[in-house]
Nanobody, 121 residues
Framework: QVQLVESGGGLVQAGGSLRLSCAAS???????MGWFRQVPGKERECVAH????????YYADSVKGRFTISRDNAKNTVYLQMNSLKPEDTAVYYC???????????????WGQGTQVTVSS
């Protein structure tokens, strides 16, 4: 069983930055790691995902050029650096692990508990 624990969320002004971290309980060698976000009443959205090697990444159009996903396999940790934050980035952010290259939430089989990110205008 893999446990994922997110940290780094909080309240920030528009234009500011936050770095989210997701620590895994054990190595996820073959897993692609993703960051999702969700606001009440909307579907969970994949904002980024990254291959085990880090050589392959995906970003949603809404965050391209502002967010960067990375991972440190020695620390069993994946990061999401968020710059130039906008109020519309406000959401609960989740990390997740999958054996597939996908943005589809139900194909991710491990999830963290989520961390709140609030961007004030």
């Amino acid at each position: 069983q893999v446990q994922l624990v997110e940290s780094g969320g909080g309240l920030v002004q528009a234009g500011g930055s936050l770095r989210l971290s997701c620590a895994a309980s054990r190595r996820t060698f073959s897993n692609r790691m993703g960051w999702f976000r969700q606001v009440p009443g909307k579907e969970r959205e994949c904002v980024a995902h990254i291959s085990w090697s880090g050589g392959s990444t995906y970003y949603a159009d809404s965050v391209k050029g502002r967010f960067t996903i990375s991972r440190d396999n020695a620390k069993n940790t994946v990061y999401l650096q968020m710059n130039s934050l906008k109020p519309e980035d406000t959401a609960v952010y989740y990390c997740a692990a999958s054996n597939y290259v996908t943005t589809t939430p139900h194909l991710y089989n491990y999830w963290g508990q989520g961390t709140q990110v609030t961007v004030s205008s």
